[in-house]
């Protein structure tokens, strides 16, 4: 059964950082893209970053580019989301998503296994 908690949320100011991270199990790791998403009280689940199987190849949304980064670690079977530069509007709950291949994709029904999510609060 693949299980994936995520780890790494909080406060913090605007202007600040966070590194957010997310231990997969269950499944093989490295066969398969993943992806952070987060959703935001009254809006739906958007698609903040991907990276594919071999951490070769990324992707991200347009409202974090040049401030968040995703990576992997195939051999932890973990993947991290480096957020700086902060804003109020990136608060939300992030999650991280298992995707049904190995590459990037930004939909949501590219996705099939998500971890239950940790709050992230940016405050002004």
């Known amino acids: 059964q693949v299980q994936l908690v995520e780890s790494g949320g909080g406060l913090v100011q605007a202007g600040g950082s966070l590194r957010l991270s997310c231990a997969a199990s269950?499944?093989?790791?490295?066969?398969?893209?993943m992806g952070w998403f987060r959703q935001a009280p009254g809006k739906e689940r958007e698609f903040v970053a991907g990276v594919n199987s071999s951490g070769g190849r990324t992707s991200y949304a347009d409202s974090v580019k040049g401030r968040f980064t995703i990576s992997r670690d195939n051999a932890k079977s973990t993947v991290y989301l480096q957020m700086n530069g902060l804003k109020p509007e990136d608060t939300a709950v992030y999650f991280c998503?298992?995707?049904?291949?190995?590459?990037?994709?930004?939909?949501?029904?590219?996705?099939?296994?998500w971890g239950p999510g940790t709050q992230v609060t940016v405050s002004s």
């Open positions: 269950g499944h093989t790791f490295s066969s398969y893209g």
């Open positions: 998503a298992v995707a049904k291949g190995s590459g990037t994709y930004i939909l949501v029904n590219s996705y099939n296994y």
